[in-house]
């Protein structure tokens, strides 16, 4: 039997019979309010009717300064088209869809057919590409392969694209650095919402520049930026000297060894490469080769641990 459901201000209002309230919540900042569906159950969204599924949950804005309709998220029933900024979607039946405030579609889990969209017009935050696709990033084309997930932020950048079709070279300050199509689990690439890369898989050795000296950064291996393009963390190629409370320190190169940076360019984590007399709490101690030490912005040490390689 299948039951309609009018919505309105009140949620309380367009229960009605069969249909039991759950606890409410927050969901994305989001004033939701939560219900089982007892029977396939039709409400109207913007100008389209939606069967939503017998057993499945269904949420409900409940903000009354909402002056369009309330349906967050629900199941539908069957095969359904919708229409976003001129393009025809549809989605498959028993498969979730969420609503902005509006009314609009925000996210759904499946479409029946392959779409095109024009993505960096803003239209589409997420989506699977059926084909390769060419993106715009960092203001130049990149070929994005198949069966990959692609997001992008409100303003068009491209936020992530996985793998890349081939190793492509991204601008990280003011050097052009080599990423890696090499599909590790660890190869993906992402980026701000300025551009700038997050984090991806080196192609290559390559070296950066830290307070004036270069630190060469193992080549297919995760490395990661902060939103300005500085250097962030890295596994190191070789065993490398840096400067720390006034001296020479040796930090350890190896599997699963990063270090890592603060904005300014301090080195704030990593792996000793030797026995090292360090500050420690105002006291001068002596700290084992591969022990893993922390320091803060200011180049004090603030933890080690001698147990962790």
């Known amino acids: 039997m299948k039951k309609s459901l009018a919505l309105s201000f009140m949620f309380l209002e367009v229960c009605g019979p069969g249909v039991r ?11 939701v309010e939560g219900v089982d ?35 967050y998220r629900g199941t539908i029933v069957e095969d359904t088209v919708f229409t976003i900024r001129g393009h025809e979607l549809t989605v498959d039946a028993d498969n979730v869809v ?18 095109v969209f024009q993505v960096q017009g803003k239209e589409v935050l997420y989506a699977w590409l059926a084909e ?41 300050q003011n050097q052009m650095v080599l990423f890696t199509s090499y599909r590790t689990l660890a190869s993906g690439i992402t980026f701000y919402d300025n551009g700038n890369v997050i984090y991806g898989s080196l192609a290559e050795d390559t070296a950066f520049t830290i307070k004036g000296n270069k630190v060469w950064l193992k080549g297919r291996n995760t490395v990661r930026f902060y939103k300005s393009g500085a ?17 020479q320190i040796l930090f350890k190169a190896g599997k699963g060894l990063y270090v890592e940076f603060s904005e300014s360019g301090v080195l704030q984590k990593g792996f000793l490469g030797e026995s090292t007399e360090l500050i ?27 147990d962790t390689y």
Do not use: H
Not at 48 to 66: M, N, R, S, W
Not at 103 to 113: D, E, H, P, R
Not at 231 to 247: H, M, P
Not at 282 to 305: A, H, K, P, R, W
């Open 231 to 247: 250097l962030a963390d890295g596994r190191l190629v070789e065993n490398t000297v840096f400067d720390i409370q006034n001296k």
């Open 132 to 172: 390769d696709a060419v993106i715009m990033i960092q203001g130049k084309p990149i070929k994005v392969p198949a069966d990959k997930s692609i997001s992008f932020y409100g303003n068009g950048v491209v936020k992530e694209c996985g793998f890349l079709k081939k190793d492509t070279a991204f601008r990280i």
């Open 37 to 71: 569906l007892t029977e396939d159950t039709r409400v109207r969204v913007l100008n389209q009717d939606l069967l939503l599924k017998e057993g499945t949950p269904a949420l409900f804005y409940i903000q009354v300064e909402i002056k369009t309709d309330f349906l």
């Open 98 to 115: 969420w609503f902005y405030e509006s009314g609009n579609l925000k996210y759904t889990t499946a479409i029946s057919k392959p779409t």
């Open 280 to 306: 420690y709490n105002d006291q001068l101690i002596t700290i084992t080769e591969s022990s893993y030490v922390e320091f803060n912005g200011q180049g004090t040490l603030v933890s080690f641990n001698t």
């Open 21 to 31: 309230i759950e606890a409410g919540g927050m969901l994305e900042d989001v004033d």
